[in-house]
């Protein structure tokens, strides 16, 4: 019991016990009180942080959201980098006096050298059928391939070669259409390709580069 109330209440003519019974439930209602109000102001902080929370998940999944659905420009250059393994390469066959033919198929994947656009990060097959004359030390190929995002949308390539032997192949490349975001793809471009000796026995590896220019064509 705080003194100055004791002095209070005597000046009142009252008793020093009946001010105490007085001042005891004042106290502990006002007690009450206070922690009823922090108590609601706690679980005010906690609805506020849950909420802000829930509202940061929203907008990272819309961004997210965003970005994958972002278009290609309608036109553009290009210079994108890419990977070729064939793990079960196919035995040629002899089609004449030092003459071969073979087909291929072989898993792809490119990254567009700027970092997004055309062909980043995407995921390929490719099939070809190629015929070498060890006599003329010539090799001609000709090829489809198949690109897929993560969207699901696919590009489609064709691929023409026909030139000396030597350790880079120089391939005319051809957009012919594609599907989602790439339909109407359109362009040609060069491939600069690079036999590699592969890391496993039996299996053939290269790399290279695509580089020209592409359109969207609106339908």
Known sequence: MPANYLRRAKQLGGSPEAATNNFQPTSRRNLFENFSVFRGTKIQEETMRTVTSISVSLLLAVAASGATAQQLPAEGKFSISYTLTNSSPVKPISIGKD?????????????????????????????????????????????????????????????????????????????????????GLEGTFEIHHSPLKAAVDGTVQGVGKKIGTYKIKTM
């Open 99 to 183: 003459k071969e033919f073979t087909v291929s198929s072989s898993m792809m994947t490119g990254m567009n050298d700027a970092g997004s656009g055309l062909l980043h990060n995407m995921t390929g097959r490719c099939l070809s059928a190629v015929v070498t004359d060890k006599a003329a030390k010539t090799i001609e190929g000709h090829g489809y391939c198949t690109y897929a995002d993560a969207d699901g949308d696919q590009v489609f390539e064709k691929t023409d070669y026909n030139q000396p032997s030597g350790p880079t192949i120089l391939i005319q490349g051809q957009w012919i259409g594609g599907t989602g975001k790439f339909t």
